[in-house]
């Protein structure tokens, strides 16, 4: 039927086709390597939800060890962050120098290369970053060949002090403050184009302005879609749970990004971190560790290693998951995957351990089916119509093929 069509109408879908490319590339400005660099999201470590300020050289050689003593680089977890508080002072032709805590960002970015591993870093297109150490404002293209030089291989580009710059010069002009954002993104994403070194380039600006409708436009691989996660439940649920309706502006090489992972770092239990993860992984968010890797419990191991769980955030389709069915405190949210299967997610927002029925026709699935019940790490065959027990503040995972 489809050759038939062809053979019929070439002219016909080879319009549609250019159109569709025109379209494509219109609103992406990433081309060949950035667009790769991150056709999956993301997946690594990043220094701020433990270390925050005080994270030094030694620490991040510390991370990038774990990650391979581990286990986790070879799941896919290749990224080492450093997030804000690295940077020193320019030097007089204004190059950026680091700080005392970070000797040598050349031999710390070869270090972390010898093991597998690849380096980011983090600025702000503002004078200060977010914790007031130097940004790139005004120095973008020499900030852009300095962290190409030392071999630097991802970048978060935090708003922080920029929205100083933008009340300042659009006295009020909310359009022309929300241009001025775009374009300080833009403009730093054409200086990293213009080293030649592939970058994922990451955008925080805590979901300002609907970033998920222009970031590709921008060169954006990834974009916050909210404020600052915290290690708590309420804060990590009250994000994860809001990004029903973002779907649809994720694609391989643009992810929407709803913080990094609070996986292993207390504040949680380990039903509420496993449902974290399951969270993250069901909306294809980054999955950025955000713990003390040296130090990993064996359940914090066991939640970021969970092979299942990762698959189905790498999924090759590359597609957000999403809400399908909420009833009070329980949430069903489905995400399709490349073999034609589907992760199913039974997630409970209560105070206490309840029962959620799975009808499979409610949620587009056909019984009879092989699934994978990830956490109890087992496999079922699916009813028609199931319940689950899910603990307080839990989820139970399904993949079926
Ligand atoms: C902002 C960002 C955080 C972190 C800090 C660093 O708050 O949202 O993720 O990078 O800045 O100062």
């Known amino acids: 039927m489809e050759v038939k069509l062809k053979v019929r109408a070439p002219g016909g879908i080879l319009a549609v086709f250019a159109a569709a490319m025109l379209l494509c590339a219109l609103s992406n400005a990433q081309t060949g390597a950035q667009k790769t660099v991150a056709a999956m999201p993301p997946m690594g470590w990043n220094s701020w939800n ?23 680089r070879d799941a896919g977890y290749v990224y080492v962050n450093i997030d804000d508080t690295w940077e020193g002072t320019r030097d007089t032709s ?82 022309k403050a929300n241009a001025m954002m775009r374009e300080a993104y833009e403009k730093m994403f054409h200086a990293i184009e213009k080293t030649h070194r592939a970058m994922v380039y990451s955008l925080c600006q805590y979901g300002w302005d609907a970033v998920w409708e222009w970031g590709p436009s921008v060169g ?38 709803p913080d990094m992972l609070e996986v292993g770092n207390g504040g949680m239990t380990g039903d509420e971190y496993r449902t ?30 969970n092979r299942d769980v990762i698959a189905v955030d790498q999924d090759a389709e590359g597609a957000q998951g999403t809400r399908v069915w909420a009833e009070g405190p329980k949430e069903i949210w489905t995400k399709s995957l490349a073999d034609g299967g589907t992760a199913v997610a039974l997630f409970n927002r209560g105070e206490s351990e309840l029962r959620i029925n799975l009808r499979a026709k409610d949620v587009g699935l056909r019984s009879g089916f092989r699934a994978r019940n990830v956490w109890a790490a087992n496999e079922i065959r699916l009813d028609a119509e199931q319940t689950f027990q899910v603990p307080r503040h839990g989820v139970v995972l399904l993949v079926v093929h």
């Open 50 to 72: 433990h270390f925050a300020g005080k994270v030094t050289d030694k620490d991040v050689r510390a991370a990038a060890d774990a990650l391979v003593a581990s286990g986790m």
């Open 94 to 175: 204004g190059v950026i120098r680091t700080n005392e805590k970070f000797p040598d960002m050349k031999s710390l970015a070869d270090y972390v290369h010898s093991k597998g591993l690849k380096l980011g870093i983090y600025s702000s297109p503002g004078p200060k970053t977010c914790a007031g150490f130097a940004g790139s404002y005004g120095h973008e293209e020499q900030d852009a060949a300095t962290y190409a030089a030392w071999g630097i291989d991802y970048l978060k580009y935090d708003l922080c002090s920029y929205r100083e710059v933008m009340d300042r010069e659009s006295r009020g002009d909310k359009a």
């Open 220 to 257: 954006a691989n990834s974009w916050r879609t909210t404020g600052d996660i915290s290690d708590s439940y309420d804060r990590m649920s009250v994000i994860g749970f809001a990004q029903a309706g973002l779907e649809k502006y994720a694609t391989p090489g643009n992810w929407n990004d």
């Open 276 to 305: 974290h993860m399951t969270l993250w992984a069901m909306l294809a968010a980054p999955l950025l560790a955000g713990n003390d890797l040296s130090r990993m419990s064996p359940e914090t191991r066991s939640i970021l290693l």
